[in-house]
């Protein structure tokens, strides 16, 4: 599988190995169709990001580098989170997605708010 001298190989290389090893073609195929369809959906942003990053392993041609990885999480975002992202121009994931963690905890924080007030009496 790797032979030689293993303490030269690079990551990408074990990386390769690892998942020709232990995912099948199909197994491969299916994640990566996964991971181009992933939409934010009903799902909080941490869990759509643990998902987006789980499923961008099996898709390295399709975020080749971190704009073109930027892009498609905004992309899978939901409408009304992904506007306000989009507006601030992240240049990175882990700004994206740090923009949209704290818009959904100001919208969390904003739904408790009302239900509070909706709830009182007099």
Do not use: C
């Amino acid at each position: 599988m790797l032979g030689g001298d293993v303490s030269k190989i690079t990551w990408e290389q074990f990386k390769e190995n690892f998942y020709a090893k232990f995912f099948s073609a199909n197994v491969k195929h299916a994640k990566l169709q996964k991971f181009l369809n992933l939409e934010q959906g009903d799902m909080t942003v941490e869990q759509y990001d643990a998902e987006f990053d789980m499923l961008s392993r099996f898709a390295s041609d399709v975020v080749r580098d971190e704009a073109a990885r930027t892009e498609k999480f905004v992309r899978g975002l939901r409408l009304d989170l992904q506007g306000i992202v989009r507006g601030l121009r992240p240049a990175t994931h882990a700004d994206a997605l740090r923009i949209a963690l704290d818009l959904s905890l100001h919208e969390r924080a904003d739904s408790s708010k009302a239900t509070g007030r909706g709830s009182s009496l007099g």
